[in-house]
């Protein structure tokens, strides 16, 4: 079936340091979406992108929907310890129904 | 706006009982989408709601069950529980529907003994 590939699967950064993570797949996507969780807390959403390569920032994050629409990129600017958390991409695809999958995360560590 | 909200926060249930979540949308949305959360599954969709009808499915059992209420809440229910439904449920609203902007409540921790 579908399945969204997320890399890297954990990164361990220095406070300040720029952040890199990607969302691949087989599978072609209509919509792209990344969300953060916090621990104990429910994702929340950064970024929503619908058009392949559109480029969205919101702050220090930014996101790009792949020209193939196969894969996303999340980039963080200048991270802060406050960016530690589990991120998340979910792809929408359009069949006889809006179907969402979720990527298995990447979980970023921020060192002070 | 007030977000989503989620009761229980958390629930410990025995093998084989039932258990009834309840999920409130942020006003006016009139979708709600329902995910099982697990270490070794990740995010998994159960089920979607929009105006008091199932819209989408995932690939869960018959013992998950949900519906929907005029006011747009929510409720999912799991009979006959086992050991491996326990993990975190998650809510989301939005306005359009399942993939869309949604917004997650804070989710209900199910631990099943």
């Known amino acids: 079936g579908q399945q969204l590939n997320q890399s890297p699967q954990s990164m361990f950064i220095q406070e300040g340091e720029d952040v890199s993570m990607n969302c691949t797949s087989s599978?072609?996507?209509?919509?792209w979406l990344w969300y953060k969780q916090d621990p104990g807390e429910g994702p929340v959403l950064l970024i929503a992108?619908?058009?392949?390569?559109e480029l969205t920032s919101n702050g220090r994050l930014t996101a790009q929907f792949g020209i193939t629409r196969k894969d996303s990129f999340l980039n963080i600017s200048a991270s802060i310890p406050s960016d530690v958390g589990i991120y998340f991409c979910?792809?929408?695809?359009?069949?006889?129904?809006?179907?969402?999958?979720f990527g298995p995360g990447t979980s970023l560590s921020v060192i002070p | 706006k007030a977000g989503v909200t989620q009761t229980p926060r958390y629930l410990i249930k025995t093998r084989g009982q039932q258990v009834t979540l309840s999920c409130s949308p942020i006003?006016?949305?009139?979708?709600v989408s329902w995910y099982q959360q697990t270490p070794g599954q990740g995010l998994q969709f159960l089920f979607e709601y929009f105006s008091e009808t199932q819209r989408n499915k995932g690939n869960f059992p018959g013992r998950f069950s949900g519906r929907q209420f005029s006011n747009s809440r929510s409720e999912m229910n799991v009979s006959t529980l086992e050991l491996g439904d326990s993990a975190l449920y998650l809510c989301a609203s939005s306005e359009v529907g399942t993939g869309y902007e949604q917004y997650f409540g804070p989710g209900t921790r199910l631990t099943v003994t």
């Open positions: 006003s006016g949305h009139r979708s």
């Open positions: 992108l619908y058009k392949a390569g």
């Open positions: 979910a792809g929408l695809m359009k069949t006889s129904y809006d179907k969402v999958i």
């Open positions: 599978s072609i996507f209509n919509t």
